[in-house]
């Protein structure tokens, strides 16, 4: 199992190296011209990460099937985005979501955008961290810390040596590996259970039922995911960077099928296990239990299953950090820098956002409020594209620039104090149903609403003035 896991790291790093001699510039390390094949196995990677194995896999063992909802609300997502504005984003030849913004709105929102997308892929960066540190904890027995800097830095070598290429190379073999190993291990699993026919009559009605796990849940990480997948630099990138509007389209759609049914295998090993171990202390033991059950071949598969998820979302999300800063901060202060400088402080700025996750990582890991954090930080990807969506159908009323960074702000502030509100009370203010995502997006639309309203009503008395 260990040997797997060992030769999978080494083979990573070979094709991070080999992909080097394709990333000679700014453009190529942060990606450029890329065919449907890169932006694809790209973006798909950076959805699919530990949560799609190890997250689903416990919701499958407390709710059954309906635990992949986590999965298709992001296949939706990209669904959406790729039908109403992958075409749109492309067309514009904008590298990052902030590029998009300062289009619509302006510079400065660009800026400050940039800054909270940084911010959303570290915290989103340490999550994936603490979950490589977990999985390095278990298999090598090492401790914690060490264990998320030795993998860590992998990670984050490979993305330096070959950018954009590195990811589209490796993430081919993550995905592949993710359902090869999965799907192993799911007929494993039935054929050791005696069949479908079998688990399905070990558990209760309610585990095959798709809606089980609650409409509230399934209703906000749709909602969720359609708000933000089309702000996820990280996923969104290599859209942003395909060779043309048709390939941009076709690899959302792509993307989306890819991602949506890769939650119902998960979940389904969840369910096994709930058969096996019906009793288990904690649903994240689910899959681990699971494994120990299973031959050794089929649980080296299914470990390197999980590495691949998290190595095929770090990678993308460190690769992002540098994109934004060099694209959105550093070129606005330095307009007039050459390619050559460009490559470099792209390599420097992603290799600190992926010490900063490492460090972060190693220093949270006990930290209880770490997926509140995370959470957070997800919210405000959906704010931002309630900002984006004013400034697009703006019409002739465009959005002030200095209101709309304003909104950001507030919105920002709202999330954050929802976040404060449950880690000391234990419980949301006003309501347990409306999370920080909701809280978050609702005070963009409504401080959007006011901005908007308030443009239109000067246009109007400025143009009654003009008569």
Request: with cysteine; net charge positive; proline share 3%.
């Amino acid at each position: 199992m260990l040997i797997i896991v060992i030769l999978y790291l080494i083979i990573t790093f070979i094709l991070g190296y080999l992909a080097k001699k394709k990333s000679k510039t700014a453009r190529s390390f942060h990606g450029a011209n890329l065919g449907i094949l890169m932006c694809v196995v790209a973006g798909a990677g950076e959805w699919m990460g530990g949560t799609s194995t190890t997250g689903v896999s416990e919701y499958g063992y407390l709710y059954g099937i309906s635990g992949a909802w986590y999965t298709i609300a992001n296949g939706i997502g990209i669904l959406f985005c790729s039908v109403f504005f992958a075409k749109l984003y492309r067309s514009l030849n904008q590298p990052t979501i902030p590029g998009i913004i300062s289009h619509y709105i302006g510079q400065n929102a660009r800026t400050v955008s940039s800054a909270i997308l940084i911010f959303v892929m570290l915290m989103v960066g340490v999550s994936q961290m603490i979950a490589i540190g977990t999985l390095g904890h278990i298999l090598f027995d090492l401790n914690i810390g060490v264990s998320i800097a030795v993998l860590g830095i992998v990670v984050l070598v490979y993305t330096l040596l070959g950018g954009m290429v590195a990811v589209g190379y490796t993430n081919t073999m993550h995905l592949i590996v993710m359902y090869v190993g999965v799907i192993a291990a799911v007929i494993g699993a039935f054929y050791k259970s005696g069949g479908v026919s079998e688990v399905m009559a070990s558990l209760p009605e309610s585990y095959t039922q798709i809606s089980s796990i609650g409409g509230v849940k399934i209703s906000s990480w749709v909602i969720a995911s359609i708000l933000g997948a089309c702000t996820a630099q990280a996923g969104i990138q290599p859209v942003l960077m395909a060779r043309d509007e048709k390939v941009a389209v076709k690899a959302s759609l792509y993307i989306s099928l890819i991602v949506a049914p890769f939650g119902i295998l998960t979940a389904i090993l969840g369910m096994v296990a709930k058969v096996w171990y019906p009793n288990l202390s904690s649903a994240k033991l689910a899959l681990p239990m699971l494994m120990n059950g299973l031959p050794a071949i089929m649980s080296g598969l299914v470990i390197a299953a999980m590495l691949a998820a998290i190595l095929s979302t770090a990678s993308p999300i460190f690769l992002s950090c540098g994109t934004l800063f060099t694209k959105d901060i550093y070129r606005r202060i330095c307009p007039d820098v050459n390619d050559k400088k460009e490559l470099v402080i792209s390599r420097i700025s992603t290799a600190a956002a992926g010490i900063v996750c490492i460090v972060l990582a190693i220093l949270m890991f006990n930290f209880s409020a770490v997926l509140d954090i995370v959470y957070f930080a997800y919210s405000l990807r959906g704010s931002l594209f309630i900002v984006l969506l004013f400034g697009i159908y703006s019409n002739k009323y465009k959005i002030p620039e200095r209101q709309a960074i304003t909104a950001m702000i507030i919105t920002s502030m709202v999330g954050l104090g929802w976040v404060i509100y449950k880690s000391v009370c234990g419980h949301y203010p006003i309501s347990d149903y409306i999370s920080e995502t909701y809280a978050s997006v609702i005070a963009a639309f409504i401080s959007m609403a006011i901005i908007k309203i308030l443009s239109i009503r000067k246009s109007i008395v400025k143009r009654n003035d003009e008569i």
